[in-house]
């Protein structure tokens, strides 16, 4: 073992009570945040000294699954498997929320109220959002804190941006809701909604999220709700010619071997560098390659919406040309070869929407749009949020509008979302 893998292996055990464990297995792998940042991170699966034989695939009740980010020697994660512990002591005296957000600031280097914001607190149990000065973050870090009957860490995990200043578009919050009234109406939708216990699609009134800037700009939830820097295309692909050949798929490499060397580097990931023109050019022309053998006869019903770096592979995200009104909506992903910029491998949820075929709709739609959006409008709530807007590489405040309420079709009855599922 390196001398500097062994040094952070001494400092976990002794950090959190291992002194009944014995280090298991440890590997380095390195992960790209979404503002494009290489952390090199070493996990440990320390097993309790009692165990001394394990053949199973998982981890062992008491398993103590450990990482750490190599740079700032901060700990991303600490879970002991099962809510069991063996560990000596605990790292606190009493489990309050104070005690806690003390613990936590002094941990991960930042100020409760300005960087992170308490979200959900019960025995035992403590989760936290990130925040800019108190205002929530998208695509936004968690924290979570868990502890036993008897006060000892059972769950720790922290995995946040913390942007510095310089990312932070400041400007003041100046949305209301009756000024995107235009948009929120934009945002109503007709869709239909699963009810599985009756196997039936409910029409329902409900509101699409949405992120909207001051200056009246929006930003759909769906291009900002991943961790990967995405390029938006939004191209319709089309094809004169299907290939006949059939279609083999290439193993997708789910972990990389890094190296201790790489590390203390800092050798970007490959996944962190932006899609070239050239190379965009090249996936288009890979995408439609693919899609002419994986669906021959589907010329024009595909609309590549967005690519992004994934594992060394690039990533096509696509949805039907024609969506439906059903809240699952067809999706597929296409792996793309780095440098040969062909498809080798894909993921289709066809098979999972196929299991609503048996579904019926549930009556006629007796209200239109205007009504709906007019028993809704009391139940809009338009919230500030700092989103990552890719294109500036900068956080910009927006508002969130969104409703938890949707109004039936068939009834016009309000209804929680819910107590639909």
């Excluded at 010329?299 to 040309?321: C, D, P, V, Y």
């Excluded at 949020?385 to 109004?407: E, I, M, P, T």
């Amino acid at each position: 073992m390196d001398i500097r893998i062994k040094e952070l292996v001494n400092a976990a055990q002794e950090t959190y009570g291992l002194d009944n464990y014995y280090l298991h297995t440890h590997e380095l792998y390195r992960e790209v945040s979404i503002l494009g940042k290489t952390d090199y991170l070493l996990s440990m699966e320390w097993f309790p000294s009692h165990i001394t034989e394990w053949k199973e695939d998982y981890n062992p009740e008491g398993t103590a699954v450990i990482t750490i980010d190599l740079q700032s020697r901060n700990y991303k994660s600490v879970i002991f498997v099962g809510g069991k512990s063996y560990a000596n002591g605990a790292p606190f005296q009493n489990i309050d929320l104070n005690g806690v957000i003390q613990w936590m600031e002094a941990e991960a280097g930042i100020v409760y109220g300005k960087g992170f914001h308490l979200i959900k607190e019960q025995v035992g149990e403590y989760h936290f959002a990130e925040s800019i000065d108190g205002v929530p973050v998208s695509p936004g870090g968690r924290m979570e804190l868990r502890f036993d009957a008897e006060g000892r860490l059972i769950f720790y995990s922290v995995y946040v941006q913390f942007p510095s200043r310089s990312l932070v578009q400041k400007e003041n919050y100046s949305l209301t809701l009756q000024a995107v009234e235009p948009q929120a109406k934009k945002q109503l939708q007709l869709i239909e909604y699963p009810v599985y216990e009756m196997k039936q699609f409910l029409p329902i009134y409900g509101i699409e999220e949405i992120y909207i800037t001051n200056d009246g700009t929006t930003i759909p939830f769906e291009i900002i709700s991943g961790t990967k820097a995405q390029l938006n295309i939004d191209q319709v692909i089309h094809w004169e010619q299907a290939n006949t050949e059939p279609f083999v798929r290439t193993e997708i490499r789910l972990q990389e071997v890094v190296t201790i060397e790489q590390a203390i580097a800092r050798e970007p990931h490959p996944d962190s560098f932006p899609i070239t023109d050239a190379e965009l050019f090249k996936c288009i022309a890979g995408v439609e390659a693919g899609l002419s053998q994986l669906y021959p006869d589907e010329s024009g019903q595909w609309i590549l919406k967005t690519l992004h770096r994934e594992r060394g592979h690039i990533q096509a995200t696509l949805r039907m040309n024609a969506p439906s009104n059903r809240i699952f909506q067809r999706k597929l992903l296409l792996f793309i070869d780095a440098n040969l910029y062909k498809v080798i491998n894909y993921m289709d949820n066809k098979s999972l929407l196929d299991t609503f075929d048996e579904f019926q709709s549930e009556g006629e739609i007796a209200v239109s749009h205007n009504e709906a959006y007019t028993k809704l409008k009391g139940w809009l709530e338009l919230t500030p949020v700092y989103v990552y807007d890719s294109g500036q590489k900068k956080y910009v405040l927006c508002g969130k509008l969104d409703c938890n309420y949707a109004v039936k079709a068939t009834s016009g009855d309000v209804v929680e979302l819910g107590s639909l599922e």
